[in-house]
């Protein structure tokens, strides 16, 4: 009879998975919205009436990306830890690059509020889960 006296592994909290299922879910939703009415969101976030770039049907290929990288985070956050800080630096550097290529340096109230919601809400909670998960990664 084998007699097993290591730890048990730590188990992932359910909340690491709950946020980055809603991260995909939200990130899924966006893409879809600037997809499909990429003039519309284009016109709001800048306030400008100027035919609407291609770069944003790219852009919202890309948050569908990573709204998929999300999905598989959230399945094993451990061992996909990396992902979520994929996500960190793509919400940072993605802010960045819009407001440099798409708001052409100029600030409004709807691009901050595009700011605050698409992006920097985000950095602190996918910092938290990337501790947890690297935490986690280490204890196993």
């Known amino acids: 009879m084998h007699n097993d006296t290591s730890q048990p592994k730590p188990t992932v909290p359910y909340w690491m ?8 879910f939200y990130n899924l939703s966006w893409a879809a919205f600037i997809y499909w009415f990429p003039d519309a969101f284009y016109r709001w976030v800048t306030q400008r009436t100027d035919d609407t770039p291609l770069i944003i049907s790219w852009q919202a290929v890309g948050i569908f990306i990573f709204s998929i990288l999300y999905f598989i985070a959230a ?6 830890r990396y992902l979520i800080v994929i996500g960190i630096l793509s919400k940072f550097f993605g802010a960045i690059w819009f407001y440099y290529d798409i708001m052409e340096l100029t600030v409004n109230k709807k691009f901050l509020f595009h700011l605050i919601v698409n992006d920097l809400v985000w950095i602190p909670v996918f910092i938290v889960l990337a501790f947890k998960a690297f935490s986690q990664a280490r204890a196993r």
Do not use: H, K, T
């Open 17 to 24: 998975r709950g946020v980055l299922l809603l991260a995909s």
């Open 75 to 80: 399945l094993y956050p451990v061992r996909f």
